[in-house]
């Protein structure tokens, strides 16, 4: 007796990327060793960003995995001693996840060069707004922080 397939789409078209990638090279390949790690990291930077709060999460990634030693780069030194405060609860959530970590290594990623912010166009203040500047400056002790900025700001607000 025939089986007919009503679907027109071959039967491989449902398979991933991925699978179509294991069957041709094989599971011992170098490349599927590669493919399977980098699985394995992004499962890994997915624990991460969930379990920092959401600007440590921004900067900071996983950067590899080697012999149970998870290294995570983080944007500058102050990130990098912010994270290095939460390792124990980083090190539990990821045994959580099934991962046995030795330990969690946190390297400094020197931040991007952003480009340069376009100059900002200088806006005069009204008159107006100037002398509530300088009446609310008044106002404040004289060696008050709040007074000099304030002060400074009428300055070089004028027109």
Do not use: W
């Not at 090279?25 to 590669?34: E, F, I, N, W």
């Not at 699985?39 to 969930?50: E, G, N, S, T």
């Not at 030795?102 to 100059?119: D, M, Q, S, Y």
């Amino acid at each position: 007796r025939r089986v007919y397939h009503v679907d027109a789409t071959p039967p491989e078209a449902h398979l991933t990327m991925s699978t179509l990638l294991h069957r041709y090279v094989g599971r011992d390949s170098p490349l599927a060793r590669l493919q399977d790690h980098a699985a394995r990291l992004a499962r890994m930077q997915a624990i991460l960003a969930d379990a920092l709060p959401a600007p440590c999460a921004h900067a900071c990634r996983v950067a590899n995995l080697k012999d149970d030693v998870l290294v995570v780069a983080a944007r500058g030194s102050a990130m990098a001693v912010r994270v290095k405060q939460m390792l124990p609860s980083l090190l539990e959530r990821y045994a959580q996840a099934g991962y046995a970590l030795e330990r969690i290594k946190i390297k400094v990623e020197l931040p991007k060069e952003e480009a340069a912010a376009p100059e900002v166009e200088a806006r005069a203040m009204s008159a107006n707004a100037r002398a509530s500047l300088e009446n609310f400056a008044a106002t404040l002790p004289e060696d008050a922080p709040l007074r000099e900025a304030v002060e400074n700001l009428a300055r070089r607000g004028g027109g």
